[in-house]
């Protein structure tokens, strides 16, 4: 028997949004992700959206006494941790699957930026490089999974919403002020059973209490 976990989200966004691609364009240095089988709206990929989730549970999780690896280096994954079994590890793949996440109705425009000379601190004319920024008012998308039981799969459902609810800001020029948002809604069904909030609470709740349970 296996479990299948569907996860809807929803951010509301109070910036612009940047995420760079590979995708060139004429007159622009960094270009945003465009989804080319639809209606070509931007998109933040699901590499990104996947890597920031993880990142948002990890500090969420540490902060809360939980110790969990840090992946932002592959060198110091461990492999054991709850994060790496939701989100997977060089050992096993992530039992998740995520696609990239729409940036509906979304308005593009470009911002111009000079990097500084670090020495001078003046900027030189040629350094002056184009963004290109998407306007929305959301970024929403859905992330499902294969579990071995419900219990798992409501685990990794919980720290998906984790890392929602931690991460203030997405993609690049976070401290310049881009990608800012916060999370609307999040619908969690295991096996088409609709599963609250509350419930994915609860499952953190356990995680920082097992770790009380062991320092006792
Ligand atoms: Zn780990």
Same mark, same amino acid.
């Given at each position: 028997?296996?479990?299948?976990?569907?996860?809807?989200?929803?951010?509301?966004?109070?910036?612009?949004? *940047?995420?760079?691609?590979?995708?060139?364009?004429?007159?622009?240095?960094?270009?945003?992700?465009?989804?080319?089988?639809?209606?070509?709206?931007?998109?933040?990929?699901?590499?990104?959206?996947?890597?920031?989730?993880?990142?948002?549970?990890?500090?969420?999780?540490?902060?809360?006494?939980?110790?969990?690896?840090?992946?932002?280096?592959?060198?110091?994954?461990?492999?054991?941790?709850?994060?790496?079994?939701?989100?997977? *590890?060089?050992?096993?793949?992530?039992?998740?699957?995520?696609?990239?996440?729409?940036?509906?109705?979304?308005?593009?425009?470009?911002?111009?930026?000079?990097?500084?000379?670090?020495?001078?601190?003046?900027?030189?004319?040629?350094?002056?490089?184009?963004?290109?920024?998407?306007?929305?008012?959301?970024?929403?998308?859905?992330?499902?999974?294969?579990?071995?039981?419900?219990?798992?799969?409501?685990?990794?459902?919980?720290?998906?919403?984790?890392?929602?609810?931690?991460?203030?800001?997405?993609?690049?020029?976070?401290?310049?002020?881009?990608?800012?948002?916060?999370?609307?809604?999040?619908?969690?069904?295991?096996?088409?059973?609709?599963?609250?909030?509350?419930?994915?609470?609860?499952?953190?709740?356990?995680?920082?209490?097992?770790?009380?349970?062991?320092?006792?």
């Amino acid at each position: 028997m296996t479990s299948r976990l569907a996860v809807d989200f929803r951010f509301c966004l109070v910036s612009g949004v *940047h995420v760079t691609g590979e995708r060139a364009e004429l007159w622009t240095d960094k270009a945003l992700v465009l989804d080319w089988r639809e209606v070509r709206h931007p998109v933040v990929p699901a590499t990104t959206l996947k890597g920031w989730l993880r990142d948002g549970a990890e500090r969420a999780l540490r902060s809360l006494g939980v110790q969990v690896c840090d992946a932002s280096s592959a060198s110091t994954i461990c492999g054991r941790c709850s994060v790496c079994e939701a989100f997977g *590890h060089p050992g096993r793949k992530s039992p998740l699957r995520f696609r990239d996440a729409r940036l509906s109705d979304a308005l593009r425009d470009m911002k111009m930026s000079a990097s500084l000379s670090r020495h001078r601190k003046t900027a030189y004319e040629e350094r002056l490089f184009s963004t290109e920024v998407a306007w929305a008012p959301v970024l929403e998308g859905t992330i499902d999974g294969i579990f071995s039981s419900p219990d798992k799969a409501l685990r990794a459902a919980a720290l998906l919403w984790l890392g929602a609810k931690m991460g203030f800001a997405i993609g690049a020029a976070r401290s310049r002020g881009l990608g800012w948002l916060g999370l609307e809604s999040f619908q969690t069904k295991v096996d088409n059973e609709k599963r609250k909030e509350a419930e994915l609470a609860q499952q953190i709740q356990e995680m920082t209490r097992e770790v009380r349970g062991m320092s006792i």
